[in-house]
């Protein structure tokens, strides 16, 4: 099976900062991402309510939690969301793709204008295509995005996200082994399907739009083994010719049940007394949610120790079982620097994802990283 390949091992999570052409275009066209990961998406789109689907930045120290989303302080390293999925469906993200495929060249050898700490230019970046449904649609989707693939120069690759903390009566399928079998046993005959229908060259191959799940954030040893075992009976499930369909596991998503609190002021009722009450401070929740409780899911620096924990054990897992090496791991929580990045890469992920200092710096936060990185070779 052939793997996902990211050259630089940096890119961006999916979020609400990759929902549109615009900040897709701009992720492509930095040379600093390996690749390039959508918002996730359904068939037919989410119904977004900016009423209730909310995000912030917070100082992790304090809780305080920034006035404006949208102009985060520097110590606002950590963030909370109650977000969905993407409103946009899922074919006007394979649109977005073929717009920016077609303004965009093969550029495979070196340009002599490009920046001393510029990665040497490569073949087209791939696109990770973040998907979500039940196993049917996202079977469908899988379909649509292996259509797709003939009508785009940059390899595309299928992302499903099984572990949204912020759906109600939802529960992430991926906390379950039983349910992850589900998708998987899908996917796998499709994978079997496609590759019957060509020349037996391509089958040796293993040519296929790769397929990655995207982990919530597990906690104690039962949820890491209901993963690895939903692995393995897809490996051993029919047609057993075929491996495990999954090539990458993206892990963390946010850690869900958390929630922010702001001092408001808020003057008591009190219709039996003559007296006007004096305003007293209370706290409430910061963000509005589908809920009412304001409950999200956590992400930046302080989900940072965890997400390392979940990349390093899923690794090590994944290298007890010959069915399960070939997975690679994309990790993702609470990266913004350098340092972070190596950390990561550390722990065992084949390429890295950023989310939340994304929101915060925009995309130069790939050129700080990348820069950092050229620095440290030159010096080494």
């Known amino acids: 099976m052939k793997p996902l390949a990211i050259n630089p091992p940096l890119l961006n999570s999916s979020n609400s900062w990759c929902t549109n052409l615009e900040q897709l275009r ?11 990961t959508t918002r996730t998406s ?3 789109g989410f119904a977004h309510d900016p009423a209730v689907h909310q995000y912030t930045f917070f100082n992790p120290s304090t809780h305080n939690a920034s006035s404006d989303p ?10 909370l969301n109650t977000l969905g999925y993407s409103p946009i469906p899922l074919k006007e993200y394979l649109s977005f793709i073929k717009s920016i495929s077609d303004n965009t060249q093969d550029v495979s050898t070196p340009n002599s204008s490009s920046s001393p700490s510029s990665p040497i230019p490569r073949s087209p970046k791939p696109f990770i295509i973040s998907v979500t449904g ?9 379909r649509l995005i292996t259509a797709q693939q003939q009508h785009v120069h940059m390899p595309l690759a299928m992302e499903i996200n099984l572990s949204c903390p912020n759906i109600s009566s939802k529960p992430p399928p991926a906390y379950h082994s039983h349910r992850l079998t589900e998708y998987l046993s899908v996917l796998k005959t499709e994978i079997a399907t496609q590759l019957q229908s060509l020349p037996p060259s391509s ?13 919530p954030p597990y906690t104690y040893a039962d949820q890491f083994q209901h993963l690895i075992n939903a692995l393995l009976a897809s490996a051993k499930a029919e047609p ?15 850690l869900g049940s958390s929630l922010l609190l702001t001092p408001t002021l808020e ?13 007293r401070e209370v706290l409430h929740h910061t963000l509005n949610s589908a809920t009412g409780t304001g409950i999200g899911g956590l992400a930046g620096a302080p989900l940072h120790p965890l997400a390392l924990g979940n990349v390093y054990t899923i690794k090590g897992l994944l290298f007890q079982h010959r069915e399960l090496e070939h997975v690679q791991i994309i990790g ?4 913004e620097d350098v340092e972070g990045f190596k950390r990561m890469r550390a722990v065992g992920a084949a390429a890295v994802g950023v989310g939340t200092a994304l929101g915060r710096k925009g995309v130069k936060v790939f050129e700080e990283i990348g820069e950092a990185l050229a620095l440290g070779r030159l010096h080494a």
Do not use: W
């Not at 701009?26 to 390039?36: I, K, S």
């Open 26 to 36: 701009e992720l492509y066209d930095c040379p600093h991402t390996g690749a390039v």
């Open 42 to 44: 359904l068939l037919h």
């Open 70 to 79: 949208t102009k985060a302080s520097t110590d606002e390293t950590g963030s």
């Open 134 to 142: 039940s196993a049917d649609e996202v079977l469908e989707c899988y």
């Open 203 to 215: 089958q040796r191959a293993g040519i296929h739009v790769p397929i990655g799940i995207k982990t």
């Open 240 to 254: 057993k010719d075929q491996p495990c369909p999954i090539s990458f596991i993206t892990a963390t998503n946010t």
């Open 267 to 279: 003057t008591p009722s009190s219709p039996m007394s003559e007296i006007p009450s004096r305003p």
């Open 332 to 335: 993702v929580g609470g990266v």
